[in-house]
């Protein structure tokens, strides 16, 4: 299993680094089989200036929309190869330009259907995902240059709730009614307390629902109040269930919701389960992420439907 999977989010730059280096070790054993002196991070810089033109470090920073001490950094090296060479602005000559050396122009000549060939194969491998990933990092990027990352993260820990506070509490009979107060809350903020007769059997019940088949409950306190709660429902053959997962409203959120989903994967490799499913619904898209974050990924549910009306997707993960 692929641990960096399971940290979702979190692990973001480094799988896009583990990506990168990949891809970068490829391509420069393409370029060594076909006898290319060009190391692959160079090629940005080198394909600016040859459609480009002349450019000051300062117009390749911007274009590239990179620092301009890493810009800096690659023309020197560039430079020490014979691949580029520096000149006095004619226009304004405290500036210095960077150009292709004739190394590099002949360079250009060789590469060009090297480039047109890796372009093809990459093409191949984006063209079987159903979503482009190009174009999601496109809106990625965007939405990451609008919001920010630093701040926005700052300023919810300076008035939000800290994770570290939330405690994981085994069942307890005394928990026994935040069960069925949080659940009913959710149930009833988005599907209009709709219940059908597993839900009454498991939230009235909970005991002989989950923890006599060989089940588990956890809650999250938070100082003196229960503010979510998670089911493992056990159904033989190391077949277990995510069920009943629910955080109160106003705490939403904070974490909560990923912290009792871990300590129930926990669990279940713990117990040498073979696989995990939930049913959740496509009217909760921020449930859903947090799913396929944690390696869930959508199956044809093995009843041909759901027991339950508002449940639309069936998720498994393979431990």
Known sequence: MDHMKTLGCLSLGSRFKRLS?????????????????????????????HLQGPLSVTQAAEMLNVS??????????????LLIYKSLDPKDERRTLLSLDEKALLLLQKIEPILSQMRTS????????????????????????KTGFVNP??????????????????????FK?????????????????????????SLNNPESYYLARGGYIWFAQLEDNIV??????HHGDGRYEI???????QYQGYGIGRKMLLAALDKARSLHAE?????????????LTLYQHMGFKEAEHPNGSSFYQRSDIYMELHL
């Open 122 to 145: 990459l093409d191949a491998i984006i063209d079987q995902q159903e979503h482009s990933i190009l174009q999601a990092l496109d809106q990625f990027e965007a939405a990451y240059d």
């Open 68 to 81: 301009h001490p890493a810009i800096s950094k690659i023309a020197n090296k560039m430079q020490s190869e």
């Open 21 to 49: 280096d990949r891809l970068y070790k490829d391509v420069a054993s393409i370029y060594q089989e076909q006898q290319i002196d060009l190391h692959p991070t160079y090629f940005p810089l080198f394909n600016l200036l």
């Open 243 to 249: 069920s009943k997962m629910a955080v109160d409203e």
């Open 228 to 233: 979510g709660c998670v089911a493992l429902a």
């Open 177 to 201: 009614e935040d069960f069925y107060r949080l659940n009913l809350a959710w149930l009833t903020k988005y599907f209009n307390a709709q219940l059908n007769e597993l839900d009454r059997q």
């Open 153 to 174: 993260v700052l300023n919810a820990l300076a008035t939000s709730v800290n994770p570290q506070q939330v405690i994981l509490k085994n069942w307890q009979n005394a």
């Open 275 to 287: 696989s995990l499913y939930l049913e959740t619904s496509s009217l909760l898209p921020k449930a």
